[in-house]
């Protein structure tokens, strides 16, 4: 039995966490210069680079060296008490299991793949995301003092924890409807067939998974929690130091409505800082809403980049227009 766990009813199974993420990149050297200058631990194992934020030893994502950068595999964890339902639900899905990948770490649990043949593992494991909302961040700012620091005077910024990745995806409404069926994930908002979000019902952020139409199937990006808006100001010009220039924000998105700043990587995906995002606990009844794409993009921000939704995993992609 997982320490702390809460026996779930079957007809409640559903994943709680996103375990990690595996990457192939052409050059590993890079990619640990670009989540190193973001703030993360960068190990070396194996080959391989393993992500963890500083102070804890779990790890988050696992990067191999590839022709081009691809998603590899993602790995979801669920109560121990609950695997036996996903292999009843998998069963009734009719949806064969595969073998682990090759350089997955933990080859235990089940794998399949999910509609646009992304290879998913669940497993029994922790609870990764919060069990409540975290407390906001914000610097004290109080009369009669100066309350910004020198510059070059502050520590490197450090994300927490993983928050959340976004899929680029052919069918939106289509892999939300997988996602739920097999891993228990439920809509927390969407646009129209462009975007949408979904999260783990045993207490999760407002989006565990996001997907975004594409013409393939590639990850957009990962998101990392990080404890003020302060912290992502920082970061932005940590990258930028850094010579990563390129990126999108300051801003506040409205569906999930966390401030965020991402960090262009070599290969056009996105490393994103996130605070404040919304918080949906276990039994709470989450009405989603699907406003237009021009409303629920982003509250306030710079025009983002023309080539923000484009899939550089799919040499094919034409990223959808979007009206701001």
């Not at 993360?40 to 590839?66: I, N, Q, Y």
């Not at 949806?95 to 997955?104: E, G, V």
């Not at 989603?288 to 983002?304: H, K, M, R």
């Amino acid at each position: 039995m997982v320490t702390g766990a809460v026996l779930s009813q079957p007809e409640a199974a559903g994943i709680h966490s996103l375990d990690h993420f595996a990457l192939t990149v052409p050059d590993l050297d890079e990619a640990k210069r670009f989540f190193e200058a973001f703030g993360l631990d960068v190990k070396e194992e194996g080959g391989a680079l393993v992500l963890h934020t500083f102070g804890s030893p779990h790890m988050w994502a696992r990067l191999c060296e590839g022709p081009s950068k691809r998603l590899r595999y993602l790995s979801f964890a669920a109560y121990t008490e609950d695997l036996p339902h996903f292999e009843d639900r998998l069963n009734k899905l009719d949806i064969d299991r595969i073998d682990a990948p090759q350089d997955a770490p933990d080859n235990g649990g089940l794998w399949f793949r999910d509609l646009n043949g992304v290879p998913i593992q669940i497993k029994a494991g922790g609870k990764k995301t919060p069990d409540a909302k975290e407390g906001n961040g914000q610097l004290p700012s109080p009369a009669g003092c100066r309350n910004a620091p020198l510059r070059g005077t502050q520590p490197p910024v450090h994300p927490s924890r993983l928050s959340h990745i976004l899929l680029l995806v052919p069918d939106v409404p289509a892999a939300v409807e997988f996602y739920a069926n097999a891993l228990g994930l439920r809509l927390s908002d969407k646009s129209g067939d462009v975007v949408a979000f979904t999260h783990a019902r045993h207490g999760s952020d407002h989006h565990l998974i996001a997907f975004g139409k594409s013409s393939g199937t590639g990850l957009h990006h990962s998101s990392w929690d990080v404890p003020s808006i302060d912290h992502i100001g920082r970061g932005a010009a940590q990258m930028h130091l850094a010579g990563y220039e390129h990126g999108w924000g300051l801003g506040r998105h409205v569906l999930g409505s966390n401030y965020f700043y991402y960090a262009r990587d070599p290969w056009g995906s996105y490393a994103e800082y996130s605070y404040d995002i919304d918080y949906i606990p276990k039994g709470v009844s989450w009405e989603p809403t699907s406003p237009p794409i021009d409303n629920s993009f982003y509250l306030w921000a710079p025009l983002p980049p023309e080539d923000f939704t484009h899939n550089y995993e799919d040499a094919l992609s034409v990223a959808p227009a979007v009206h701001v």
